[in-house]
């Protein structure tokens, strides 16, 4: 039957049809009819049918699997038998996940989302992560977790109460699936062409791919229907049985055959190919002694055969590059425990073929991504790894494929002897090392190191541990540098980076790894097996690189593995298993040989500070850095420094201490005589190289790392060191700790130990706020006690990566100890005792006790005294420390009689009789014999007869300290070393070099002179000291005043100090170890002897005294400056900052004395003239003009909105104080006459212009050319000078515009009339012949002249600031009506901010918040200018409907167009900045109180209205009847009960009051009712106080809240006489300008008239809503994760995809995409966009991701900062280190606070252009 074209119903039948079969008798011949149809359906389709084939055999599969019956309900019966123990979800890269270190048992532990939140995890040590190759989720598995961290659903140990799964359930799948899976293969054996070049073409895998992906999914559905389906599954991919009979290509289908042959040629195509052949072709064709492999690693190698359907789609899916489908498909069927197993036998067998792939990919990257994904759920199981390694070699494979993986690149080294080197070692150039291609499979090394049983069969093998010290030696001496020493390298490598991190990964974290496990007494053997193997690999490379003894010059390499292996399993021997040092070490040669490298770091570091290596670039540098960085330093330096602290211990100290200072090339420093030659240093390195010995020197005594410190006293060492160096956040702390970096191994970074360290030694500083916006984090500070006894100026060098941490840490220290009162002057590094040695390296103290180091010492400290030159402070420091060092570790406490000096003192003549420091200090040297050059004036003297004396008593020699050469004392040893060793007859003596300085021709001639010293270093230092003091006999011994000294020498006095406190304290010490040295310490300084060269001293003296007296000349002369320079400035502060409002006290002498009137007078800050503005010649102030909706956010409840986490919450925006008013207007241009309802209300509570100034002014022809100066500026600015954007020049406030000031005097303020004698009547009447006059103009203004040209363009400028659409309103576009409306809105929206600054309402009083910095004046001049411009008709004018009563009221109604605006629904503010905008300026204030007068009358009305709509029609009347009968008293027009019940009277005329809402009110009691009118009128009296304020100078009262009514009206000059509280009415205030109830009837009549036609829409338009709450930003969760796990899954609205970067707005809570360009419109993307609807042009969003706050303003935006920290009171920006964050109320302040201010453009200083993209 044909198979394909059958529809759906067929298809269940003959799937029905065959299960029954199959079940019963015939299933034989059903089997066989199966198998055809599913050749048929499943062949691979030829030709372009491809898609729809596969679909069709799906949709085969589906219906013979569920035998017949609907997929969903298959898969639902299968899901039952599901014992889901495991999660085993499977996520891919980017995908957010979980891992928890308490509830971890294996590092790598990771956990889905969903699975973390319903375990318990609450203070837990756990992060957030973006996985970066993908992961599965552990939860379940005991392997890898604690059982205490599963979540709820995988904590049921089930097994039992699963029932047993129905034989025919499953019956079918078991028949259909090897068909489905092998038809898989069939595709991918098909679609793989062997490639001619190497590659297959992407474009062809991609394919293949795309078309397979269906069948992929397909499986990979059947993985998640559960445990029953994946036994299934399991069952056929590892069944031999089925894979033999299906693939094997042997049988009758062609089909079959062609495809088992490509396979075979694939196989071959991979250099793999079956065991026989390989036998048959025989090995040897292996090219001669090319491979370091034998026969049994080729097979590892070369052999591969596929015995199951498993392993033959490994092969395939590795050959594909591990396409994503596939890699999730394997990693689901991973919760099977069979398939686990098999998989991962599978994946070992693989493993060299994985090599060889990925080593050709070109997407290693990826590639390595979806390998580790893998492995690391197979490797990260000890069980598994163990068995694994057991059964199927997994070591031997894995090091097998290391090795021949870095077989590949290798080069000769070319350390030390380039022609005939056999070493060969990486290179660090090749694409495997610098795209650390080798990542996944060292990883996967690591992960099985860290399991015990593993790890223990690694350290026992012995054939594995000499193959994998091969592998480490080819890192051996990789990436050397070779000085330059001509010209500068031309093409700076930057290989080294590969270098490290092949080091770090490759070698070092294997080797802690090991280490890990050799922890106790037990596992001495491993230790020694590997110290075993590693000297051996050492010898072979020492023997490989021809190496004696001298290594090459001017050559280094960082990278010496082998040594560090060896220190630190020497270092681990010694601390953990208790083994004896010395029978693990080897003999003195081997010490020697293995000291040489790792000292040359030390003395090549030190060159590189010297700059020695700068012709190498930048590079060399880079390299010196890493080598001590953090990650870096425990696995480079501190094994290093520790192996050479090893064979200092164990070598003779003077040829060590000689080594040393000639591989710092400074031993022809090391002379007596004031001249020198140095064959191998220029004179400007000297000094650098000398302090670098020295500080190595002391660095290597002091250090204590690996030589018995605990774990703990360690951390705390790195910790204070850090925290010395500078402050530091929680999160750098752990960065810069150096950690293990495995992390297996113990200190995991945020355990226990470290928390309680970090609160010891640190004390805690909350993040605070700079009012400049750049917010601090949370830090950490040393205590006091710390830095009083634990700061350890060694550690900081030892741990500074660069040498400016050395000195912040010392200024610190010297901050601290200035504010304790401690030390004034400038300190000394303290000396600090250190941990005692363990016994093993004891030895390390004859380094100080040594001759040739005591010679040194005191060679040096002759030179200082002797101002020689090339000497520092830090030499002497480091002199001083070694001596002090060497007084605190002496031998056994010497006898006080002379010890004789035995025979063993041959060889330094008579410089000292022992080598004891303490009997050494006090020895005197008389003479000393030096080689000079001829020149030198040592040379004149005439040697007198030599003594050497040791103080009081004559010692044995006499001779003359001979001429003492460092080199060849260690060349004298070193032979003598190396004869005991080689004691064989053929003995050879190496050659020696020749000494040092008889190198001809090339210096002038040396001589030996005899030099008079007469000094011990006892003298030496008190001379010093008289030297630092700069007196004569400043020293003078403390115990002859104080015997206690000598008992309790540990008195703080001599902790912190200087030079001099250091010398005191040597000489303390020194006195204390001997009764003689006490008595010579006494004898020299009673013989108190001039300072040495007496000259000189002086002549220094005098310099540095000339010096300090001119430094304090300098320093006085600059004060004064300063002090001039900052009065000026405060005067012209002043002076420009008062342009705006003389003091009141001014204003009033101006009204006494009306005749003079004085003009304004303002500051160019850009020529700096002063003089009043013209009208040619205008000034103009410094403004910022920008669109703002923060009005339009406000809302009228007082609680405010949260940023929605859920689905249910959402925020609408109906009740925004912007769509309220949005909505008044539209009703009432439906109904009412276009021009009148644009003069009815004001806009701009969306995209209002916002006006603010810095206060300065500046010529406006000085701002033209100041801005052309900004153009032709070539340097890249902030804004953008093009849109007129550009900086103050005084203040650098931001701003974009220039508002002239109007020229003339100060008269308005004069005009200050307490009450004018006029009656009301004239004034009204006066006010309208003003406004009559309104066309005609000052003849001034209608000229045109530069100000009113100015004031234009200033004008087009606040238009332009916001959109059309926010300035557009009425129907008829371009209406006059709409300028008009929109100029005194922008008067509107600045005095509507200005009131919400102040906190929403008047009761501070005081001047304007903005004080000085207000622009309302000039603003108001500009905007009445314009205003005047657009005439009102005169029949039209509001004015007169407020003031008239109007004969003919149906005139209008004959009219055919709408009518006009009834007055009671025009909104009162915006009549008053109409009627004040058109009056002719300056205004006089007796007009303004009787605008105001009038306006509240109607504004009273207004509010008796609004509140009779609100009655119950009961109460109504009863207000109607009270207010009548109270009408005819003789107050009746100021009684708010008459006025009422007339206006009820009035409106009941009309259908106002019909049908009544049922919700009754509750019954009124008159004082409520008088609270109501007053809250209606409040928002109007603030408003026209702050006019007032702003016209007319004067301050604002303050008061409490509840008399801001009554202070605002008598402000305002609406209370006549000031009543007392008590019996205060609001109905006082009025002042009617004609009969009151006439005026009212006059005005109900319109509203009666108008719900004649419209009766629904007369109450909605009286109430209006007058309360608003202040604008505030959306409540933010305390908790991040809230935000976060809502929004990073949330799709977008308009592609309905996941964005990569989602954001939402915090000011209305709209989920928008960054960057996203799904959403992109007319080239804006949807945040840009968002920002221009949402706060037209201001944009305030959280980004998702990231955690932090970005602000968009116009075309520029910035990064804000966060507004949530973690426990640390850290910002964690990309949500990098993922720890829970907690929202920082604080921070949340201040950001709503700089949008309500509109200051972000001042006080965030970073913007950059978005160009629209954001």
């Known amino acids: 039957m044909a198979g394909a074209g059958a529809s759906g119903r067929d298809k269940r039948a003959t799937a029905a049809r065959l299960k029954t079969a199959l079940g019963g008798e015939s299933s034989g011949a059903a089997a066989g009819e199966l198998r055809a149809l599913l050749e048929g359906v499943l062949a691979p389709a030829a030709g372009p049918g491809g898609g729809k084939a596969a679909a069709e055999a799906l949709e ?8 017949g019956e609907p997929w969903d309900s298959f898969v639902q019966a299968v899901r039952a038998y599901d014992p889901a123990t495991l999660c085993g979800l499977v996520w ?128 990979e559905d059947l993985t998640k229907m559960g445990g029953a389906m994946r036994s299934v599954l399991t069952q056929v991919l590892t069944s031999q049985q089925f894979y033999k009979d299906l693939s094997s290509g042997v049988g009758e289908n062609a089909c079959a055959k062609k495809s088992h042959e490509k396979y075979l040629i694939a196989l071959k195509g991979s250099g793999l190919a079956f065991p026989e052949d390989k036998i048959a072709c025989g090995v040897q064709e292996e090219g001669a002694g090319t491979s370091t492999l034998a026969v049994q690693d080729q097979s590892i190698m070369d052999v591969l055969k596929h015995k199951c359907f498993l392993e033959e789609l490994l092969f395939w899916t590795i050959k594909y590059e591990f396409p994503q489908k596939m890699v999730t498909f394997l990693l689901n069927m991973l919760p099977d425990q069979d398939y686990k197993i098999a998989f991962t036998k599978t994946f070992v067998q693989h493993y060299a073929f994985i090599m060889k792939t990925l080593k050709k990919s070109h997407e290693s990257d990826t590639m390595s991504n979806r390998i580790v994904h893998i492995s690391v759920q197979l490797f990260s199981n000890e069980e598994l790894a163990r068995q694994v390694t057991e059964e199927c070699q997994l070591l031997d494979i894995m090091v097998t494929v290391l090795l021949y993986m870095m077989e590949s690149c290798l080069i000769k080294s070319e350390l030390q002897d380039e022609e005939n080197s056999l070493h060969v070692v990486v290179n660090c150039g090749e694409a495997l090392l610098k795209n650390n291609t080798y990542w996944p499979l060292v990883s996967d090394f690591i992960n099985i190191l860290s399991h015990q049983s593993v790890a223990k069969k690694f350290l026992e093998d012995h054939g594995l541990l000499v193959t994998w010290m091969n592998f480490v030696s080819f890192f051996q001496g990789m990436n050397l540098n070779k000085r330059e020493l001509n010209e500068h390298v031309e093409f700076e490598s930057q290989t080294y980076y590969a270098a490290f991190a092949a080091e770090l990964e490759a070698c070092a974290q294997p080797m802690w790894g090991l280490l890990s496990h050799c922890k106790v007494r037990e596992t001495q053997e491993y230790t020694r097996n590997v110290v075993r193997y590693c000297l051996e690999a050492l010898q072979d490379w020492f023997d490989a690189i021809n190496f004696v003894d001298e290594p090459a010059p001017n050559q280094v390499t960082f990278h010496l593995p082998l040594h560090r292996y060896f220190a630190m399993f020497l270092s681990k021997a010694v601390k953990c298993q208790e083994l004896d040092l010395d029978t693990i070490l080897p003999d003195q040669e081997m010490l020697m040989k293995l000291m040489i490298h790792p000292l040359q770091i030390q003395a090549s570091l030190s060159e590189i500070h010297s700059n020695m290596w700068v012709r190498n670039g930048l590079q060399i540098k880079g390299q010196a850095m890493t080598y001590v960085q953090s990650h870096f330093c425990n696995s480079m330096i501190d094994p290093d420094i520790y192996l050479l602290q090893v064979c200092a211990s164990r070598l003779d100290p003077d040829y060590f201490i000689s080594s040393v200072f000639e591989r710092f090339k400074v031993v022809d420093l090391l002379t007596m005589a004031s001249q020198h030659q140095n064959t191998v240093l220029d004179s400007e390195h000297e000094r650098s190289m000398l302090e670098g010995a020295l500080t190595f020197l002391v660095l290597l005594l002091s250090l204590r790392l690996h030589l018995g410190m605990t774990d703990d006293e360690i951390l705390r060492a790195e910790m204070v060191a850090q925290l010395c160096m500078n402050d530091r956040t929680h999160s750098s702390l752990l960065d810069l700790i150096p950690e293990n970096p495995n992390p297996k191994s113990g200190i995991i970074p945020g355990s226990l130990s470290f928390e309680s360290v970090l609160s010891a030694v640190a004390d805690f500083k909350a993040p605070v706020f700079e009012p400049g916006g750049s917010m601090q984090q949370g830090m950490y500070t040393p205590k006091a006690e710390v830095w009083d006894k634990e700061f350890d100026p060694v550690m900081v060098i030892l741990r500074t990566v660069y040498r400016r941490d050395v000195q912040s840490a010392m200024d610190r220290y010297t901050a601290f100890l200035k504010q304790s009162g401690k030390f004034p002057g400038n300190p000394w590094p303290p000396y600090k005792k250190r941990t005692p040695l363990h016994p093993s390296y004891k030895g390390l103290i004859k380094l100080l006790h040594c001759k040739t180091l005591h010679i040194v010492l005191f060679t040096l400290l002759y030179k200082i005294l002797m101002d020689h030159q090339n000497l520092s402070e830090h030499v002497l420091c480091m002199v001083l420390y070694l001596i002090e060092l060497g007084l605190e570790n002496s031998p056994e406490q010497e006898s006080d009689e002379e010890e004789s000096a035995g025979g063993q003192e041959r060889c330094h003549d008579s410089w000292f009789p022992g080598s004891n420091l303490v009997s050494n200090m006090r020895h005197f040297i008389n003479y000393v014999r030096v080689r000079v050059p001829e020149t030198a004036p040592e040379v004149k003297r005439e040697p007198p007869a030599s003594t050497s004396s040791d103080g009081l008593a004559a010692s044995q020699n006499s001779g003359t300290a001979q ?46 002179a005899i030099l008079e010293v007469k000094e011990s270093i006892l003298s030496l230092l008190i001379k010093l000291h008289h030297k630092l003091s700069g007196k004569q006999n400043s020293y003078y011994p403390p115990w002859l005043d104080d015997v206690d000294v000598l008992i309790h020498p540990e008195s703080s006095r001599y902790c912190h100090g200087d030079g001099m406190t250091a010398v005191e304290r040597i000489l303390l010490k020194a006195a204390l170890q001997s009764r003689l040295n006490k008595r010579i310490i006494e004898e020299i300084c009673r013989k108190v002897t001039p300072p040495v060269p007496p000259k ?89 003009l920008q669109a703002s909706s923060v009005l339009g956010q406000c809302r009228s409840s007082t609680e405010p909105k949260k940023l929605p986490t859920t689905e249910e919450e959402q925020i609408y925006s109906w009740d925004t104080c912007a769509t309220l008013h949005d909505a008044r207007l539209s009703t009432l241009q ?57 900086t103050c020049p005084l203040c650098r406030q931001f701003a974009n515009s220039v508002l002239p000031c109007y020229p003339g005097n100060n008269t308005e303020r004069s005009l200050w009339q307490s009450h004018s004698n006029k009656c009301m009547q004239d004034l009204v009447q006066e006010v309208e012949d003003l406004q009559e006059q309104l066309g005609t103009f000052p003849v001034s203004i209608s000229s045109e002249t530069n100000l009113s040209k100015e004031m234009e363009s200033v004008m087009k400028d606040i238009k332009s600031t916001t959109q059309k659409k926010y300035t557009d309103y009425s129907k008829s576009p371009g209406s006059p009506d709409n300028d008009f409306l929109f100029m005194y809105s922008v008067a509107r929206t600045n005095l509507e901010l200005e009131l919400v600054h102040r906190g929403g309402n008047l009761c501070s009083g005081g001047a304007s918040t903005a004080g000085k910095r207000s622009c309302l004046n000039q603003l108001f001049h500009v905007l009445a200018m314009h205003m005047r411009l657009y005439s009102i008709d005169s029949a039209y004018n509001p004015w007169r409907k407020l003031t008239q009563l109007m004969q003919d009221k149906n005139s209008e109604l004959v009219s055919e167009e709408l009518p006009e605006v009834p007055v ?59 207010g009548a009968l109270k009408k005819s008293t003789s107050s009746g027009e100021k009684s708010w009960e008459v006025l009422l019940g007339h206006v009820i009277s009035e409106l009941s005329k009309g259908k106002i009051y019909e049908e009544q809402e049922t919700e009754e009110l509750t019954v009124v009691n008159p004082d409520s009712v008088e609270c109501d009118l007053q809250q209606f009128c409040l928002p109007f009296l603030r408003i026209t106080s702050l006019l007032q304020h702003h016209l007319f100078g004067g301050d604002l009262p303050s008061c409490q809240e509840d008399e801001e009514f009554t202070v605002l009206a008598s402000c305002l000059g609406l209370l006549p006489s000031f009543q007392s509280a008590h019996q205060f009415t609001s109905a006082s205030c009025l002042d009617w300008p004609v009969p009151a109830f006439d005026m009212i009837s006059q005005w109900c009549s319109e509203l009666v008239s108008f719900s004649d036609t419209h009766p629904d829409q007369v109450k909605m338009l009286l109430m209006q809503e007058p309360k608003w709450d202040l604008p505030r930003l959306l409540q933010l969760p305390e908790n991040y994760n809230t935000i976060f796990q809502y929004y990073h899954r949330k799709t977008c609205t308009v592609c309905t995809k996941v964005p990569k970067d989602p954001a939402v707005c915090l000011v209305c809570g709209t989920f928008v995409c960054l960057k996203g360009l799904c959403c992109k419109q007319q080239s804006y993307c949807e945040c840009v966009l968002h920002s221009q609807n949402c706060g037209a042009g201001t944009g305030i969003f959280l980004l998702i991701n ?53 200051t972000f453009d001042h006080i965030n200083k970073r913007w950059g252009p978005h160009y629209n993209g954001l």
């Not at 609100?1510 to 009347?1517: G, N, Q, T």
């Open 60 to 67: 085969w599969c589906r219906c013979l699997l569920s035998g």
């Open 92 to 219: 891919t890269a980017n995908f957010v996940a979980y891992r928890c270190r308490t509830c971890g048992i294996s590092p790598c532990m990771s956990l889905c989302a969903e699975c973390f939140h319903q375990g318990e995890h609450a203070g837990h040590d756990y992060n957030m992560f973006r996985s970066q190759a993908g992961g599965a989720c552990d939860c379940g598995d005991s392997n890898v977790m604690r059982e205490a961290g599963f979540c709820k659903r995988h904590r049921i140990k089930s097994n039992s109460n699963v029932p047993c799964v129905p034989k025919d359930l499953l019956m079918m799948s078991e028949l259909v699936l090897p068909q489905f899976i092998f038809s898989l293969i069939q595709h991918l054996r098909e679609g793989y062409n062997e490639p001619a070049l190497d590659l297959p073409s992407e474009k062809d895998l991609h394919k293949i791919l795309q078309v397979l992906e269906p069948h992929v999914s397909f499986l």
């Open 963 to 1008: 001429v003492f050469s460092l080199v060849a004392e260690r060349r004298k040893k070193f032979q003598e070393i190396i004869n005991r060793n080689t004691s064989e007859a053929n003995q050879v003596v190496r050659p020696k070099t020749s000494m040092k300085w008889s190198a001809p021709g090339a210096t002038p001639q040396l001589t030996t």
């Open 1096 to 1184: 000189k001293i002086s002549s220094a003296e005098k310099k540095a005294l000339d010096k300090e007296e001119r430094r304090q000349k300098a320093r006085e002369r600059q004060q004064k400056l300063l002090a001039e320079f900052a009065s000026r400035q405060k005067s012209f502060m002043e002076t420009a900052m008062d342009v705006e409002s003389p003091d009141a006290d001014i204003a009033m002498e101006v009204a006494t004395s009306e005749q003079h009137v004085s003009e304004a007078i303002y500051d160019c800050v850009i020529c700096g003239q002063s003089g009043p503005s013209t009208e040619d010649r205008p000034t103009g102030l410094v403004v910022l």
């Open 1230 to 1286: 439906r109904y009412f006459k276009d021009s009148s309802c644009l003069q009815a209300v004001s806009i701009g509570w969306e995209g209002g212009v916002y006006v603010q100034t810095c206060g300065h002014t500046l010529h406006i022809d000085c701002h033209k050319s100041y801005m052309e100066s900004l153009r032709n500026d070539q340097v890249l600015q902030g804004f953008s000078v093009d849109k007129g954007e550009f």
């Open 1464 to 1522: 009671l629904y025009r909104d009162v503010s915006s009549l008053l900045l109409i009627q004040i905008l058109t009056m002719p300026q300056p205004l006089h204030k007796e007009h303004f109180t009787c605008i105001i007068k009038v306006l509240f009358t109607l504004l009273y009305t207004q509010a008796l209205a609004a509140f009779s709509v609100k009655c119950s029609a009961e109460e109504r009347m009863a207000w109607k009847e009270s």
């Open 1746 to 1798: 990231a955690s932090v706050i970005i602000i968009i303003r116009g075309h520029r935006f910035c990064l804000w900062g966060s507004v949530y920290l973690d426990a640390h009171g850290e910002e964690d920006r990309d949500l990098r280190r993922g720890k829970p964050l907690y929202i920082c109320k604080e921070r949340y302040k201040v950001l709503e606070q700089q949008w309500v201010s509109h």
